[in-house]
Structures are given as structure tokens and as C-alpha cells.
């Protein structure tokens, strides 16, 4: 590892390892979907306090692929941690009974990104422990990530990384190279992939994304304004509720 990577891997571990003093938990929670994110913050974690006290949960539904579980198993083997999977079908099904429920992509979607993170607030909280989040900067910036769910968590480690320099870290942290070769993937559908979404691969994004902070957020190509709208849509996941609440 390169010493200026080196130094930058580490002031990660020294906010992990911070957060989780300054918390008196007793541990980290994780959600481990199989993908690049949560292996590479999950790694981080076990850098930062121990993989003893890193407990990784997998939270399949009917359409998760049998290929993220196996990858999300072997993670969590390589990276020594505890490891629970909970089918949430069960919880979803109860949605259905709510008056007018409307079963579409989007909608089932979201709700399976908040019943995720529900999850894993009830067990920090049994176990009095943090929930680690998994969100990048791409998708931070995009928008491309639920409200209250898997943009919510009391620790961001990745949320300053690009989703290429995720890609460019991983092979240092010991991730298996088949989480790294796989195409990302939200797994909120069948045959569900990132790119395919959202319309443009991942490099193209986070060039476009460089660019315009570069230049003020100001686009000078047709793949950065569509970059850029994207930004501007998703503006209300990144702001604080509006409200009138001057403080104490």
C-alpha cells in the first residue's frame, strides 16, 4: 500500500475508532449485502475496533440473489466477524395489509432499504452498539440512496469516496476479487444493476462529478448536466428537514 493511500486508509480507521470511543458502545453494526461498499466499510471497521466486535447482518427478501448471499457469507468468514442473516419477507408481507398498498419497483424498494435499516437499529440498540453506514460520495451526491434508509446511520466512513476510489481500495482491504469483479447492484429487483439505472457507468459519473465541483458546479457537457440535475433533484436527502427551530 502507498503511503499517502496508507495515511489516508488510516485517518478512516482513526474516525471509526473515535466514534466508537466517544459512543461507550460495546460494538459496530453493519448491513452486508454481498456488494463493494458494505465489504469495504465492514473492513474497516474490523481495522478500527476489532472484527470480534464488528457484527455484520445480511437481510435478504425473495428477490436478493443466492450469489450475494454466498459473497456476503465468505466476506464476513475472511473478515473473522460475526455473522446473522434475516430474511425480511416476513416484515415486508405486512406492508401489504396497509390500506391502498400499491406494489410497484420504486415503492417496494424503499421499503425494503427502511426495513433494512430498522433492522439494524434494533440490534445496535439491544447491543448498545453504532450502525455503520455504507454510502459513497457518488451516490450520496446523485441522490441514488433511500431516505432513512440506507443513507442513515450513526458512522459514514466511505461518504467521502468516490465509487471508483471504493473500486481502487478494496484489493488493499482484503476484499475477494468477486465482490470486486461484480456489477453493482441496490438488489431491490430482479436483474437490477446501478449503471443500467442510472443511465451511465460509474467512471463517466464520477469524472462528471469531479469536473463540476471543479468548476462550480457549472456543467460544460451534456453527460455532466445530466450528472448535474441528478444533484439538484436529490438536494432535499442531503439538508436537514425545513423547520423553524432557532436552538436553545
Known sequence: MEGDRGCALGRIEQMIRYAHWNSQGRGIVIGISGGVDSAV????????????????ITLPASVTR?????????LSNVLGITHMVINIDPILEGYRTLPG????????????????????YYYANKDNRLVCGTSNRTEYLLGYCTK??????????????????????????????????????????QGQSDESEIGLSYPDIDA???????????ATTPVQEKV?????????????????????
Open 148 to 189: 432513512f434508509g440506507d443513507n442513515a446511520s450513526d458512522i459514514q466512513p466511505l461518504l467521502h469516496l468516490y465509487k471508483t476510489e471504493i473500486f481502487d481500495i478494496a484489493p488493499d482491504l482484503g476484499i475477494p476479487d468477486a465482490i470486486i469483479r461484480k456489477p453493482p447492484s441496490a438488489g431491490l429487483w
Open 101 to 120: 398498498y400499491t406494489d410497484t419497483p420504486y415503492l417496494s424498494g424503499n421499503l425494503m432499504a427502511r426495513t433494512r435499516m430498522a433492522v439494524l
Open 228 to 248: 448535474l440535475q441528478m444533484v439538484k433533484k436529490s438536494e432535499h436527502k442531503r439538508i436537514s428537514a425545513p423547520n423553524l427551530y432557532s436552538g436553545i
Open 41 to 56: 466499510a465492514a473492513a474497516f471497521c474490523c481495522r478500527a475496533v476489532g472484527p470480534e466486535k464488528v457484527l455484520g
Open 66 to 74: 443466492q450469489e450475494d448471499m454466498d459473497d456476503a457469507e465468505n
Open 208 to 218: 462528471a462529478l469531479t469536473a463540476l465541483e471543479k468548476n462550480r458546479w457549472q
